[in-house]
């Protein structure tokens, strides 16, 4: 019979300690082990992860082990320092931003435990962050954890990204068209894009690159850019076949009949200020005109592009 194991992820020790004695508390004879430890016979293994790693590839390590049985990706959270955790600047002693590596450990997991005592600005934050991941210590003892379904969640392609919503302190916004945007106009934007919200990410595409599938990933005043595969559009018949199904079938919802599956279809979370109508202009500003849009493929390609220069086709803005 396979070992039960979960994953205890978060960027304070504290937390991540409250929710490990929890976890021990409820399920006697379980053990506490660190990646890359050898797992030993237990009711329960619990991984607690460092500060600053991310849970996703451990937990696709563990999956792949036929005696172990991945049960639960949990991230711990400090009531007293979120929402400010994911607004931070600074970086971990590894050298990664603090608000990076949260958002990452925040959205891959599969429930959030909020560890303190006051929690009012800690739950509307995770309602915009995370509005699908349950919230509270789950039962660990279930069936395995589907780590391709995970992957699908945050992968740009197929990602579940949140929907518009507005609460007091917090506002998400939701930015889709089908028009292509203009690379420099965008790259101008950036700046401005980035320093008004807490948190954004997507896919989009530019004129200049009319194969390629752009992914979006800014948190706390950082952003990168990143080439993140090909429009299906983009590709023969024949190669959907090797597409996996949560792809085809992000296509689909996407497809409309002139473009395929581009699209741009960007998220923005603000904290306090945002000004959605400034925000979705400014977005709008940065696609083709009409004039643009009818000259075609060709033309576009021919458009300067201060992506492109970027040698790791990445792009970081500081606040």
Do not use: N
Not at 20 to 32: D, F, K, N, Q, Y
Not at 49 to 64: I, W, Y
Not at 98 to 122: M, S
Not at 207 to 226: C, I, K, N, P, Y
């Amino acid at each position: 019979m396979s070992v039960p194991v979960v994953i205890v992820a978060g960027i304070h020790a504290q937390a991540r300690a409250e929710v490990v004695a929890e976890l021990a508390r409820r399920h006697p004879g379980s053990v506490t082990i660190r990646p890359g430890d050898p797992p030993v016979a237990a009711p329960l293994l619990i991984v607690e992860l460092g500060d600053d790693d991310e849970p996703r590839p451990v937990a696709e390590a563990l999956a792949v082990r036929p005696e172990l049985r991945l049960t639960g990706v949990l991230t711990a959270l400090e009531a007293d320092h979120m929402p400010l955790d994911i607004c931070r600047g600074d970086r971990l002693p590894c050298g990664r931003h603090v608000a990076a590596v949260l958002a990452r450990q925040i959205e891959y997991a599969t429930g959030l435990v909020v560890v303190g005592d006051d929690p009012e600005l800690t739950l509307p934050a995770l309602a915009h962050l995370a509005p699908l991941t349950p919230i509270g210590l789950p039962d660990v003892l279930g069936p395995p954890v589907d780590v391709e379904a995970l992957a699908a969640r945050v992968d740009p392609a197929t990602a579940q990204l949140p929907c518009a919503l507005e609460t007091q302190d917090f506002e998400t916004v939701v930015w889709r068209r089908v028009r292509p945007i203009h690379p420099q106009r965008l790259f101008d934007a950036m700046e401005e894009l980035v320093a008004t919200t807490v948190r954004s990410r997507g896919r989009f595409w530019l004129a200049s690159r009319h194969s390629s599938l752009l992914a979006w990933d800014a948190v706390a005043g950082m952003v990168e850019v990143a080439e993140a595969g090909t429009w299906l559009a983009a590709l023969p018949d024949s190669a959907w076949d090797q597409v996996g199904t949560a792809r085809r079938a992000a296509a689909a919802l996407d497809w409309t009949p002139t473009m395929g599956d581009r699209v741009q279809q960007l998220v923005f979370t603000g904290c306090g200020g945002l000004d959605p109508d400034r925000l979705i202009a400014l977005l709008d500003s940065c696609l083709l005109t009409p004039e643009e849009s009818v000259a075609g493929a060709a033309v576009w390609e021919t458009y300067p592009d201060p992506f492109a220069e970027l040698t790791s086709s990445k792009v970081e803005v500081a606040e």
